[in-house]
């Protein structure tokens, strides 16, 4: 399964950006799926996920995106999605999708995307 993540760039503080992922060989609509995010120095953390057969409303997040971020997913075109709004410099790093199983990655991690928050 390849995994490519687009949608990154530089914003300024508070503004948004919607993040994409798509995945071939694997379906968005069966399993469940995550944004995980890695910060310079840092290690890669779950931001955000969505469990499978649940229309979207079993999401989860993590406290330091809940209420500004927005997980989603297009069954029909396969696609994973992160609606990100009030945007904080906190929030730079490179943005990866990947498939969960028990709380953690199934796929190798494939291109990720940056995100770039100035203050």
């Known amino acids: 399964v390849q995994l490519q993540a687009s949608g990154g760039g530089l914003v300024q503080a508070g503004g948004s950006l919607r993040l994409s992922c798509a995945a071939s060989a694997s379906s968005v609509s069966t399993n469940a799926w995550g944004w995980y995010r890695q910060a310079p120095g840092k290690e890669r953390d779950l931001v955000a996920s969505i469990i499978s057969g649940t229309g979207g409303r079993m999401a989860n997040y993590a406290d330091s995106v809940k209420g500004r971020f927005t997980i989603s997913r297009d069954n029909a075109k396969n696609m994973l999605y992160l609606q990100m709004n009030s945007l904080k410099p906190e929030d730079t790093a490179v943005y990866y999708c990947?498939?969960?199983?028990?709380?953690?990655?199934?796929?190798?991690w494939g291109q990720g995307t940056l995100v770039t928050v100035s203050s």
């Open positions: 990947n498939s969960l199983a028990y709380g953690r990655p199934v796929y190798s």
